[in-house]
């Protein structure tokens, strides 16, 4: 399943060589997360079943530098692994093909108690049903 986030650089993401700080590449990575599951409907679930996503792990290569209003574009790959959602993340200048950065994310689903919980039966199907439609 796919999914493409776009935003602009802020300013205020600028490190001191007037370039979009490493650190805040997890920030983008977050609210691409976050608005994927908002598009899916998937909050109102989680909420309440107290179950929340959480990052285990995340590897980032940067290719190229952004800089202030660079519009950008983030295209997700969802996939599941077993009892991992994993998000395979290209970051691009939006209406190019030129790449800025690549991302594999990990997630698990935990409850507010801090117990691990099995990735729902209905995110699973929709992420794999998409998948094999592709």
Request: proline residues 1%; glycine residues 6%.
């Amino acid at each position: 399943m796919t999914h493409d986030y776009y935003l602009e650089v802020r300013g205020s993401e600028l490190d001191s060589f007037g370039h979009v700080n490493n650190a805040v590449y997890i920030s983008y990575l977050e609210e691409c997360r976050w608005k994927f599951f908002d598009e899916m409907n998937w909050l109102g679930y989680l909420k309440k079943e107290g179950i929340f996503p959480v990052v285990v792990e995340t590897n980032i290569r940067y290719i190229r530098e952004l800089k202030m209003l660079d519009k950008v574009v983030i295209k997700t790959h969802w996939r599941t692994e077993g009892e991992y959602m994993i998000t395979d993340h290209t970051i691009y200048i939006a209406g190019t093909s030129k790449k800025v950065a690549k991302a594999v994310g990990k997630m698990i689903f935990v409850s507010i108690d801090r117990v691990v919980h099995e990735l729902p039966d209905f995110i699973k199907n929709t992420i794999n049903s998409e998948e094999n439609t592709a």
